[in-house]
């Protein structure tokens, strides 16, 4: 079973713009982390922003934030204020289970592709 | 601090050669894993140590693919033989233990094309 769905291949938004990136998870573990992560076309993953399945607050990190929806399952990034820069691959992640193990998998969704236009 | 070193960065091999990649996870961190990222694909998840063993490897290929951690610190991915399908982006990550607010932090990856 999917663990992770993002469902938007691709998305398009003007510069200055915001814009939602959405994200989708299965897991019955209670305890499981949220991550996102960006991807440019030189290929390093940079991480950008984390969720904890019990902060009760949604997670922001300067101009993005994370609509962290527990009842649906979802964990949508919001980029505020679009740049040009935030062109590329975007990945929602996954990891289950104790932290403090540190045996916990991360997973990844299959992307969502930003392009921001002038 | 120094983040994960991988190296090659690019390798172009023949089908059925084999192939190493290296990895030096960032100084401290006990977690090591090695994704395989198909071009337009997330990040697939070969292999996952805990210090210098393996609690994951699930989704490694073993009759081709192996991998070993030696001394918990550096690891080596190596397939043998190679095949088409082998082409991606072979990244590398490491975390620290323990916390599950702890994200992976990734080297830049080799850029294996099986020819």
């Known amino acids: 079973a999917q663990k992770i769905t993002q469902t938007q291949p691709g998305m398009f938004v003007q510069e200055k713009e915001a814009v939602t990136l959405d994200c989708t998870y299965d897991t019955s573990d209670p305890s499981y982390g949220l991550f996102w992560y960006k991807q440019p076309s030189s290929g390093e993953m940079i991480f950008l922003i984390y969720?904890?399945?019990?902060?009760?607050q949604n997670a922001t990190e300067g101009r993005y934030s994370l609509n962290f929806q527990k009842a649906r399952k979802s964990a949508n990034l919001v980029i505020s204020a679009s740049q040009l820069g935030d062109s590329a691959m975007y990945f929602c992640?996954?990891?289950?289970?104790?932290?403090?193990?540190?045996?916990?998998?991360?997973?990844f969704g299959t992307g969502t592709r930003l392009l921001v236009s002038p | 601090e120094a983040g994960v070193a991988q190296s090659p960065r690019y390798k172009i091999i023949e089908k059925r050669q084999s192939v190493a990649f290296w990895c030096n996870p960032i100084?401290?961190?006990?977690?090591l894993y090695w994704y395989q990222q198909i071009l337009g694909q997330g990040p697939k998840l070969l292999i996952q140590?805990?210090?210098?063993?393996?609690?994951?490897d699930s989704q490694l290929p073993k009759d081709r693919f192996s991998a070993e951690r030696l001394k918990g610190v550096d690891s080596t991915l190596k397939i043998q033989p190679a095949k088409l399908e082998d082409s991606a982006v072979y990244l590398c990550?490491?975390?620290?233990?323990?916390?599950?607010?702890?994200?992976?932090?990734f080297g830049q990856g080799t850029r294996l094309t099986v020819v």
């Open positions: 140590f805990q210090n210098n063993g393996v609690v994951d």
């Open positions: 100084s401290g961190h006990a977690t």
């Open positions: 969720q904890g399945s019990y902060d009760q």
């Open positions: 990550a490491s975390s620290p233990r323990g916390g599950p607010n702890t994200e992976a932090f």
């Open positions: 992640a996954m990891r289950e289970g104790e932290g403090n193990t540190g045996f916990q998998k991360l997973v």
